[in-house]
């Protein structure tokens, strides 16, 4: 067997099966390449004690023959996931010390399937951020080349204040990260306004964020609760789906989990998309688009003509304020949510003369830049005299973007075809001036996705001029994922795997 | 809509986040870079619509309403800074 962290998950799942290779060999590849990976920075914590203990139970199970879903699979879980008895920190300084009593729902499904933790990923500090800039472990770096940069030159910059290498996105950047280094079967993340899909696209991986209430968000670290859905991240179609099938499922402890039977979601690899009707909503075509991604999206949409689907114009007049709109919710919802970091009940305290001098203190020093700012705009627009006019204003709208999509679909468009990003990656310190909202602009592809509660798949789909991965996005009706695997498997296939990078770090 | 400073003061109290008045100048600066950002949402038309209160409308499930667990304080109290007797200690709030 040649090098077992190239395999892709679903590959390995039928080696396993077939005895062709052990789950303590294959953990012990990726804790190796893990091992030369650190520079990266992809992990934030590595497991390996808790990997081959559980890679053992797996070859025990499978000498059996009462193999999981999943049994044997190593993956890596991002830092927002709870982890009971290992640190769970959202990459935050006020949580550095903190450690789950605890297990996440989506994580306990993919041990009883027998997955294999290697150990927690970077993020953006509480997933709030587009580059994984924002975590306390600083950022996460790209295994993808920069244009004109050699391997040898790449690998000197590195930990040398990675100047003139690439982000992976954010905020799943570390699990993007992972999965593109081959770090990794498969990795979990979020995504509240674009950070399973933006990091996939920008890093040549696969990024499924399901519809809201498919997976529960019990024991994930809420950043904006109404928008906030948890997925996977993978390096083909096929493999995203064998892991949402582990992942979503209704769950009692989360009362906006939804009670639906959870398909196979691997058969849906493959089917006809013969007839399917793919929306094209001509908003999305925004100034200043490069030619570059336009002609992707074009040949996108060609792709699934070839295959037998039809394509249609379609208008969803409101995508232009989903991004304002998404940047008055979330910092709202994230001040109430991050109201419970006081230094009180867990986490960093920095002492204070009394109470109020101990929260202020323990959360100055405790929330990164990014995340004071979003607290504090959204204490501003959820303040006295001005809820009205900001928080019920863009609630409005969110309705009017819902009802956009909810008409699309109503006409008998199956799905949505966009660009998923508007350029590719970026350097990393490149965005990190004095205007936030350039940032922010990122997500302008996939926040209406979040804003109207739908699922949404980034696929690879070629590469810039430069050479850099580029990603299309795939919007589905409520709970149908399915339409999306198999619509990606058709452009997955159109395009050919992207081809993961060369292990320059090591 | 933009902030002064003294509102930027203000917020910061309110969030419970200590700011020092040498980064209250910057911090206004980005907050009012956001503030014009979201201005264009004052153009869209929203006369009778609905505020969103449900991305995914469905009816919440309820159970029993009775104890489901209990007997862990070793464990709620587990993660703080400082405990006594499974008590939280803070600063003393009541003169």
Not at chain 1, 66 to 88: C, F, H, N, S, W
Not at chain 1, 91 to 120: H, Q
Request: charged share 20%.
């Amino acid at each position: 067997m040649t090098d077992l962290t190239s395999l892709t998950l679903a590959e390995a799942r039928d080696a396993l099966k077939a005895k062709k290779i052990s789950a303590l060999e294959l953990t012990d590849a990726h804790l190796n390449a893990m091992e030369k990976a650190k520079a990266l920075n992809a992990y934030v914590l590595d497991t390996p004690k808790h990997a081959r203990a559980m890679a053992k139970a797996s070859d025990t199970k499978l000498q059996k023959g009462e193999a999981g879903l999943l049994e044997g699979i190593p993956l890596g879980i991002k830092d927002l996931y709870a982890t009971k008895g290992v640190r769970t920190t959202a990459c935050s300084k006020i949580l550095l010390n903190f450690v789950p009593e605890y297990e996440s729902t989506v994580t306990s499904k993919l041990w009883r399937d027998g997955a294999v933790m290697l150990g927690k990923l970077n993020n953006d500090e509480f997933a709030m951020g587009s580059s994984n800039e924002s975590s306390a472990f600083g950022p996460s770096v790209s295994p993808i080349l920069p244009p004109n940069v050699s391997a040898a030159q790449a690998k000197a910059k590195l930990g040398n204040c990675n100047k003139g290498l690439l982000v992976p996105g954010g905020s799943s950047g570390g699990s993007a990260a992972a999965i593109a280094a081959r770090l990794c079967l498969g990795a979990t993340a979020t995504d509240t306004g674009g950070s399973i899909r933006q990091p996939a696209a920008f890093t040549g991986t696969v990024g499924m964020k399901p519809t809201y209430g498919r997976c529960s968000r019990w024991g994930i670290v809420a950043f904006a609760s109404s928008l906030d859905q948890d997925g996977p991240i993978a390096k083909t179609v096929r493999d995203t789906a064998i892991m949402l099938r582990s992942m979503a499922g209704h769950d009692p402890k989360d009362t906006t989990s939804v009670d639906r039977a959870v398909p196979d979601y691997e058969a849906a690899i493959g089917k006809s998309i013969k007839g399917m009707k793919i929306g094209i909503p001509k908003e999305y075509r925004v100034d200043g688009m490069s030619q570059e991604i336009d002609a992707l999206w074009s040949k996108g949409a060609e792709w699934l003509k070839q295959a037998g689907a039809e394509i249609v114009e379609i208008s969803l007049p409101h995508t232009h304020y989903a991004l304002p709109a998404y940047y008055i919710v979330a910092p709202a919802e994230a001040s109430s949510n991050l109201a419970r970091y006081d230094g009180v009940r867990y986490g960093v305290r920095v002492p204070g003369k009394d109470i109020i001098d101990l929260y202020e203190k323990t959360r100055a020093n405790g929330f990164g830049v990014e995340v004071r700012r979003r607290i504090m705009i959204g204490t501003y627009v959820l303040s006295a005299g001005y809820y009205d006019a900001y928080y019920v204003r863009a609630q409005k709208i969110r309705t009017l973007i819902k009802q956009d999509f909810e008409k699309a679909y109503d006409s008998g468009v199956d799905a949505v075809l966009t660009p998923a990003t508007p350029s590719p990656a970026f350097g990393i310190g490149e965005k990190s001036g004095a205007d936030p909202v350039e940032m922010y602009l990122n997500d302008i592809f996939t926040v209406t996705v979040n804003m109207a509660g739908l699922p949404g798949l980034a696929v690879p789909a070629g590469v810039s001029k430069e050479g850099l991965p580029l990603g299309l996005q795939l919007i589905g009706r409520p709970f149908d994922e399915e339409i999306l695997f198999s619509l990606g498997e058709v452009i997955e296939q159109a395009a050919g795997r992207t081809k993961l990078p060369d292990a320059w770090w090591a | 809509m933009s902030v002064d400073q003294a509102t930027v003061q203000r917020i910061a109290r309110l969030a419970r986040i200590a700011v020092t008045d040498e980064e209250v100048p910057h911090l206004q600066g980005e907050l009012n870079a956001m503030l014009s950002f979201v201005e264009q949402l004052n153009s869209v038309n929203v006369e009778g619509v609905e505020p969103m209160t449900s991305v995914t409308p469905m009816a919440m499930k309820k159970r029993v309403d009775e104890v489901t667990d209990g007997n862990i304080a070793e464990i709620v109290t587990g993660n703080a800074p400082q405990t006594e007797d499974h008590y939280f200690l803070v600063p003393k709030v009541i003169e």
